[in-house]
């Protein structure tokens, strides 16, 4: 993610990239904690040299992110508190784990998405493959970043308005910081982030809402799950 303006829209860039490749023979969860490391390294050895760069952000492909949204948290955030990028913010929502080498800490779930900044990669430089070797205890690859980070004292940053799991109920479970339940009726005029897991039509639907509204709320996006009449229960229930 960058910071340098599109013309279009003043306020960011964001660079989309692929990274499924890197690891193609490694499939489903048995390898899942082998990925994530690898990616951001790939990352970061792409595009260390371009100071326009200042985040970087890693999400599942079945994730909608509101760009503008995101954009618009990096722009006015950082602005309000004076943080520089070129230090280390690792954000995202909050799930608990724990790893053979790192017992219980607190990891941003990576369905919902990684957020860090320049200085967290710049710090990792040269110890990528030792952190893959260190955390390969780790059943799942966002938790093995979070373990790498925590060997450098760098602790999650927790946002509200990364989500994953179904929404409409409270979530519950040895992972959890605090419950979401209702969280569009707790904080309806919030604007969400990130929304995870999504089907193929769930992506449709959120194109066209974003659309009509660029940086939607909570209550934009009930009354927009209020016209979607068509969709069936169980499928609104896995995204909302």
């Not at 004076?82 to 724990?98: D, I, L, V």
Request: net charge positive; glycine share 6%.
């Amino acid at each position: 993610v960058s910071t340098q303006s599109t013309g279009k829209d003043p306020s960011i860039e964001i660079l989309i990239e692929s990274v499924l490749h890197i690891h193609a023979k490694l499939t489903g969860w048995n390898t899942d904690a082998q990925k994530n490391l690898p990616a951001f390294e790939r990352a970061w050895k792409k595009y260390k040299d371009n100071q326009d760069i200042k985040w970087f952000m890693m999400a599942d492909d079945d994730t909608w992110i509101f760009v503008h949204s995101l954009a618009t948290f990096l722009k006015t955030y950082f602005t309000k508190h004076q943080y520089n990028p070129e230090k280390c913010y690792y954000f995202g929502e909050a799930w608990r784990g724990s790893c053979p080498a790192k017992k219980s800490y607190w990891f941003a779930q990576g369905g919902a998405g990684i957020l860090l900044s320049r200085g967290c990669l710049q710090k990792m430089e040269g110890h990528f493959q030792q952190c893959v070797q260190r955390h390969k205890g780790c059943w799942a690859g966002d938790m093995s970043v979070a373990a790498c980070l925590i060997d450098s004292d760098i602790e999650l940053i927790p946002l509200y308005d990364f989500h994953s799991v179904p929404l409409w109920k409270e979530k519950k479970g040895p992972f959890c910081k605090w419950p979401y339940d209702n969280v569009y009726v707790r904080r309806p005029f919030s604007h969400p982030i990130t929304l995870h897991p999504c089907k193929n039509n769930h992506f449709e639907l959120l194109k066209g809402l974003e659309n009509n509204i660029s940086r939607p709320h909570w209550m934009d996006i009930q009354e927009a799950k209020r016209r979607w009449g068509g969709i069936q229960e169980t499928e609104a229930d896995i995204f909302f």
